[in-house]
Nanobody, 125 residues
Framework: QLQLVESGGGLVQPGGSLRLSCTAP????????IGWFRQVPGKEREGVVY????????NYEDSVKGRFTVSRDNAKNTVYLQMNNLKPEDTGTYYC??????????????????WGQGTQVTVSS
Protein backbone atom coordinates (compact mmCIF):
# COMPACT_ATOMS: atom_id res chain seq x y z
CA GLN A 1 0.00 0.00 0.00
CA LEU A 2 1.60 3.20 -1.19
CA GLN A 3 1.09 6.07 1.21
CA LEU A 4 4.55 7.59 1.41
CA VAL A 5 6.25 9.95 -1.00
CA GLU A 6 10.00 9.98 -1.58
CA SER A 7 11.88 12.75 -3.32
CA GLY A 8 15.38 14.08 -3.79
CA GLY A 9 16.93 11.47 -6.02
CA GLY A 10 19.00 12.28 -9.06
CA LEU A 11 22.27 11.87 -10.89
CA VAL A 12 25.40 12.72 -8.94
CA GLN A 13 29.12 12.18 -9.42
CA PRO A 14 31.09 9.92 -7.10
CA GLY A 15 31.90 11.80 -3.93
CA GLY A 16 28.82 13.96 -4.23
CA SER A 17 25.82 14.28 -1.94
CA LEU A 18 22.07 14.00 -2.08
CA ARG A 19 19.34 14.40 0.50
CA LEU A 20 16.30 12.21 0.16
CA SER A 21 12.98 13.03 1.79
CA CYS A 22 10.16 10.77 2.85
CA THR A 23 6.80 12.25 3.77
CA ALA A 24 3.22 11.09 4.28
CA PRO A 25 0.60 13.46 2.86
CA UNK A 26 -2.33 11.75 4.59
CA UNK A 27 -1.14 10.69 8.02
CA UNK A 28 1.40 11.48 10.71
CA UNK A 29 4.75 9.73 10.72
CA UNK A 30 5.05 10.39 14.46
CA UNK A 31 3.76 6.91 15.25
CA UNK A 32 5.95 4.96 12.86
CA UNK A 33 9.48 3.86 12.55
CA ILE A 34 10.94 4.58 9.13
CA GLY A 35 13.26 2.42 7.11
CA TRP A 36 15.16 3.43 3.98
CA PHE A 37 15.83 0.72 1.42
CA ARG A 38 17.46 0.51 -1.97
CA GLN A 39 16.96 -1.86 -4.82
CA VAL A 40 18.78 -2.53 -8.05
CA PRO A 41 17.35 -4.54 -10.95
CA GLY A 42 17.56 -8.25 -10.35
CA LYS A 43 18.23 -7.97 -6.65
CA GLU A 44 16.08 -7.87 -3.56
CA ARG A 45 15.38 -4.67 -1.74
CA GLU A 46 18.00 -4.18 0.96
CA GLY A 47 17.83 -2.15 4.13
CA VAL A 48 19.99 0.96 4.31
CA VAL A 49 18.97 2.46 7.64
CA TYR A 50 16.15 2.37 10.16
CA UNK A 51 15.12 5.12 12.56
CA UNK A 52 12.64 4.36 15.31
CA UNK A 53 9.65 6.31 16.49
CA UNK A 54 11.68 8.06 19.17
CA UNK A 55 14.37 9.08 16.73
CA UNK A 56 16.99 7.35 18.83
CA UNK A 57 20.16 5.65 17.56
CA UNK A 58 19.58 4.48 14.03
CA ASN A 59 20.52 1.12 12.55
CA TYR A 60 22.78 1.59 9.53
CA GLU A 61 23.85 -0.97 7.00
CA ASP A 62 27.61 -1.38 7.23
CA SER A 63 28.47 0.02 3.80
CA VAL A 64 26.81 3.37 4.52
CA LYS A 65 28.03 3.96 8.06
CA GLY A 66 29.85 7.26 8.32
CA ARG A 67 28.45 8.47 5.00
CA PHE A 68 24.67 8.43 5.41
CA THR A 69 22.66 10.12 8.14
CA VAL A 70 18.96 9.66 8.81
CA SER A 71 16.90 12.21 10.71
CA ARG A 72 13.30 12.99 11.53
CA ASP A 73 11.55 16.36 11.46
CA ASN A 74 8.20 15.72 13.05
CA ALA A 75 7.08 19.32 12.52
CA LYS A 76 7.42 18.77 8.78
CA ASN A 77 6.22 15.17 8.94
CA THR A 78 9.34 14.20 7.04
CA VAL A 79 12.23 11.80 7.41
CA TYR A 80 15.47 12.66 5.65
CA LEU A 81 18.35 10.59 4.40
CA GLN A 82 21.48 12.66 3.93
CA MET A 83 23.88 10.79 1.68
CA ASN A 84 27.46 12.02 1.46
CA ASN A 85 30.53 10.70 -0.33
CA LEU A 86 28.33 8.73 -2.66
CA LYS A 87 29.78 5.77 -4.49
CA PRO A 88 28.69 4.04 -7.70
CA GLU A 89 27.54 1.07 -5.65
CA ASP A 90 25.00 3.32 -3.93
CA THR A 91 23.11 3.49 -7.21
CA GLY A 92 19.56 2.19 -7.02
CA THR A 93 15.96 3.02 -6.39
CA TYR A 94 15.51 4.22 -2.83
CA TYR A 95 12.30 3.52 -0.95
CA CYS A 96 11.06 4.47 2.46
CA UNK A 97 8.80 2.24 4.50
CA UNK A 98 6.79 2.95 7.65
CA UNK A 99 6.04 0.42 10.34
CA UNK A 100 5.75 -0.40 14.00
CA UNK A 101 9.06 -0.51 15.88
CA UNK A 102 7.98 -3.73 17.54
CA UNK A 103 6.95 -5.46 14.32
CA UNK A 104 9.36 -4.53 11.54
CA UNK A 105 12.70 -6.10 10.87
CA UNK A 106 15.20 -3.25 10.89
CA UNK A 107 17.43 -4.81 8.23
CA UNK A 108 14.90 -6.29 5.79
CA UNK A 109 11.58 -5.12 4.35
CA UNK A 110 9.56 -7.39 6.61
CA UNK A 111 6.61 -5.94 8.47
CA UNK A 112 6.32 -2.47 6.96
CA UNK A 113 2.80 -1.16 6.51
CA UNK A 114 3.31 1.71 4.10
CA TRP A 115 5.70 2.26 1.21
CA GLY A 116 6.54 4.97 -1.25
CA GLN A 117 6.96 4.72 -4.99
CA GLY A 118 10.73 5.12 -4.83
CA THR A 119 13.21 7.71 -6.05
CA GLN A 120 16.13 6.91 -8.34
CA VAL A 121 19.69 7.62 -7.25
CA THR A 122 22.42 7.25 -9.84
CA VAL A 123 26.06 7.74 -8.92
CA SER A 124 28.20 7.97 -12.00
CA SER A 125 30.91 10.07 -13.56
Amino acid sequence: QLQLVESGGGLVQPGGSLRLSCTAPKFSLDFYGIGWFRQVPGKEREGVVYIGISGGPANYEDSVKGRFTVSRDNAKNTVYLQMNNLKPEDTGTYYCGAGDDLVVDRYTDYGYVYWGQGTQVTVSS
